[in-house]
């Protein structure tokens, strides 16, 4: 199960909106091991196509360095389905290689209902999982938050 | 030459769990070579023909090889490389 405070869901919906058609992707960096989102990191999108994304390599490094000197690591990979429902296509199983994250698709197809789901995916195999959003995290973790 | 190579958690298996790994070589394909011959399957993981996977990011400090010489980057003593698969999808 992904728990993930309400700003964070608001936030990935809103850059999913603004960058449609363009698939959007960004991270929600957490304390290793926590399984709790905190730092909400939007991504450039090197592929800017309406069907795919990838990471910019350039910003990923940094990213990825950032997240190891502050001991996090993604909690949350998220990505957006433009006109598909929010399950993940063949590619995202494929290039999957973050085991412990939550993958997140928000569908921007208005027929979709902007309905954020969530996955597990692991050795190629998909499981979702139940999105539980909560109004707040305990307070010190909500002012660690980005949103 | 000695160069750190920085694993990523998907590799790591293949590294005894290691996640940085000491190594000699003057480019970074001969960096792959090496761990090779430490790591048997790595390699394959890394590379297809002659240049590095398309969805495998490998960096020499902070450059993309993509931008650089690719897997005949040339390396320095203390220079680290980083592997990062790239995060993509459709």
Redo the contacts between chains.
């Keep these: 199960m992904l728990t993930i405070h309400s700003k964070l869901i608001a936030a990935m919906i809103t850059q999913a909106l603004t960058d449609h058609p363009i698939e959007t992707?960004g991270?929600i960096a957490g304390p290793t091991g926590s399984n709790l989102p905190l730092r909400l990191i939007p991504?450039r999108n090197a592929?800017q196509a309406e069907?795919?994304?990838?990471?910019d390599?350039?910003q990923?490094?940094?990213v990825?360095k950032e997240m190891s000197a502050r001991h996090e690591e993604p909690i949350v990979?998220y990505?957006s389905h433009t006109n598909s429902q929010a399950y993940?296509?063949?590619?995202?199983v494929e290039?999957?290689?973050?085991?412990?994250a939550h993958y997140v698709i928000i569908p921007t197809y208005h027929l979709y209902n902007e309905e954020v789901r969530s996955f597990r995916i692991v050795d190629q195999m998909v499981i979702e999982e139940r999105v539980r959003i909560v109004q707040q995290y305990q307070p010190e973790l909500e002012l660690q938050m980005v949103a | 030459m000695s160069i750190t190579v920085i694993i990523p958690t998907i590799l790591r298996p293949l590294t005894n769990e290691q996640k940085r790994i000491d190594m000699e070589g003057a480019k970074v394909s001969e960096i792959i070579d090496h761990m090779e011959q430490q790591y048997p399957g790595i390699k394959e993981k890394l590379v297809a023909g002659e240049s590095a996977h398309r969805f495998i990011n490998i960096y020499v400090n902070d450059n993309d090889i993509r931008f650089q010489d690719g897997l005949a980057t040339n390396l320095r003593d203390g220079d680290i490389v980083t592997i990062l698969p790239a995060v993509a999808g459709g």
């Design positions: 992707c991270i991504m592929a069907n795919f994304f990838m990471f390599p350039q990923q490094l940094q990825w990979i990505h993940p296509s063949r590619s995202d290039l999957a290689t973050e085991p412990q």
